[in-house]
């Protein structure tokens, strides 16, 4: 019962972030989402609806289905061309980030060594999901993304191994190198492996059943679901890498939907909005939880020398690895200043960073210590989000902003809209029928008052359906309508490049309005 509040607080604490992300479009979800967290934590009543945090839940309902998505945006291809390229990210530039960030706050913080490198390795996973937040609007160099890309897809596993080894460390009092080397090989290796062959059982079942009369679409979206909790679960209990295995799982999806969009098109369709949907939730998600947590252990702790050490050691992490990412990629990758600067500020923290400081236990490090890690995470996390949102308005050219973008479409969807009840009025249908056809495509031009929208669905509820021959009528005047809007689209997408991505929008709801005419009314 206590899990269940707390994910239904959670999930309409999110709701309300992405609402209002909506009406703030300069402001990123993530910023929102944790002041909404901030915000529940300082309200008693609200605090109290969202149990103790657990990190295994976290890591596997959260943080195992956000990356089997982002791998599932991956093109396999990608991953095989640029193997190299990932392997220096993730092993070599990590180790890097690690040993600088691990002496600067050990010399700098007086911080103990193994302490240090706690918090050096938690700080090394980068989240993709965030920094599209932060990069949305603006062009980032196409190098630059594709390697951040896959940087995050895969550093996290490197994140977990190093944790345990700086664990171990702070625990026994030496550094068992054979020992991290061979859990680091095991667990990469192994996690890949299992994602792999799991991946490849259920979608060669998947493609048997859609083939055959036993298909079903909801079954196959309940399994899509599970896919990443039950192979994330699976891998863990055989202690490999269960963010390797969704990862792998993820890109092998990438690679069945691309081949499957003729074949089974509506589960395509459906799985992308499933995406789109989990992921929006889920991250903001992470963020309520961080705002929440910032809360729950700086409280009566703010004006103490704690708070001012917190920053410090924060600070001296986001510096640590600007510094690495930078030079790594100015020396090593061969980028230009510019894609350098980029490439270091681009690398956000979120979700893995934030679940990977609560997998350690208070009674482990200590109460003190605890709250060190817990806090000095998060303010990286806050400075690796907000330092590139201010910086990268500066050195990155912008897109269409959303406002002006917003203003033209609309001038788009009128003319859209006109074209068709033009042609619309030249049918000869039934005035019943006419009615109903020139008020749903008014309502497509959204000019329709909620107000006159009620009237009209009073007045609906009392009228007898229509029959065979007008339901027949209607659907010929809405194909001939969208086909009108559709034609529009196509010449305007021609002449106005820098709105194609919002015009290909429009294209497409018009195409789920016509499939929808397309389903039968039920009697």
């Known amino acids: 019962m206590e899990l269940m509040i707390s994910t239904f607080t959670l999930a309409i604490a999110a709701a309300i972030s992405i609402i209002i992300a909506q009406a703030i479009d300069k402001v990123s979800v993530n910023y929102i989402s944790m002041i909404i967290g901030i915000i529940i934590g300082l309200i008693p009543f609200l605090n109290q609806q969202i149990a103790s945090f657990d990190s295994e839940i976290f890591m596997e309902l959260i943080v195992a289905p956000l990356l089997f998505l982002e791998g599932q945006k991956t093109r396999i291809h990608n991953v095989g061309r640029r193997i190299k390229e990932i392997i220096g990210l993730t092993i070599i530039m990590v180790l890097l980030a690690l040993i600088v960030s691990g002496f600067s706050i050990h010399l700098l913080a007086d911080v103990s060594l193994p302490l240090a490198f706690i918090i050096g390795s938690i700080s090394t996973p980068t989240d993709a999901t965030a920094s599209e937040a932060v990069t949305n609007g603006l062009r980032m160099p196409r190098r630059v993304t594709s390697a951040l890309k896959a940087e995050s897809l895969f550093n996290d596993a490197s994140g977990i191994i190093l944790l345990n080894m700086s664990l ?137 020398g704690d708070l001012a050490k917190w920053i410090i050691v924060g600070i001296i992490v986001y ?122 495509l008014l309502n497509q031009k959204r000019v329709v008052k909620t107000r006159e929208y009620i009237r009209v669905l009073l007045k609906t509820i009392d009228q007898p359906n229509l029959s065979k021959s007008e339901q027949y009528l209607q659907r010929l005047a809405f194909f001939r309508a969208f086909a009108i809007e559709r034609e529009y689209l196509e010449m305007i997408g021609q002449k106005e490049g820098k709105y194609r991505t919002y015009i290909l929008n429009l294209y497409n709801d018009v195409l789920l309005a016509e499939s929808l005419i397309i389903e039968p009314e039920d009697e």
Not at 169 to 193: L, P, V
Not at 365 to 382: D, F, K, R, T
Request: proline residues 2%.
């Open 168 to 304: 171990l460390w702070f625990a026994n009092g030496y550094i068992n190198y054979g020992q991290t080397i061979q859990d680091f090989c095991i667990s990469s290796i192994g996690g890949a492996i299992l994602g792999f062959a799991v991946a490849w059982v259920i979608i060669i079942f998947r493609q048997t059943l859609v083939r055959s009369r036993f298909n079903s679409l909801n079954a196959q979206n309940l399994i899509y679901i599970l896919t990443p909790l039950a192979l994330y679960a699976l891998a863990e209990h055989l202690h490999v890498s269960g963010i390797i295995a969704v990862v792998v799982a993820g890109l092998l999806h990438n690679a069945e939907s691309q081949q499957s969009l003729l074949l089974n098109s509506r589960q395509v369709h459906m799985s992308q909005d499933l995406q789109n949907l989990i992921s929006d939730i889920f991250n903001s998600m992470v963020f309520i939880i961080l705002g929440l947590m910032m809360v729950r252990i700086s409280r009566n702790k703010l004006f103490n």
């Open 319 to 440: 510096l640590a690895n600007l510094l690495v990412r930078y030079l790594y990629g100015r020396l090593i990758i061969r980028y230009d200043r510019r894609e350098s600067i980029v490439f270091s500020l681009g690398g956000i923290h979120g979700a893995v960073t934030l679940a990977l400081a609560l997998t350690i236990s208070v009674d482990f490090l200590g109460s003190q210590s605890y709250n060190l890690v817990i806090m000095s995470e998060a303010v990286l996390i806050i400075l690796s989000m907000l330092v590139p949102t201010i910086v990268f308005q500066f050195i990155l050219p912008h897109n269409v902003s959303d406002e002006e973008a917003h203003i033209v479409m609309d001038k788009i969807r009128s003319e859209m809209v006109k074209r068709a009840l033009v042609a619309v009025h030249k049918m000869y249908l039934p005035q019943r029928v006419k009615r109903h056809v020139i008020y749903t």
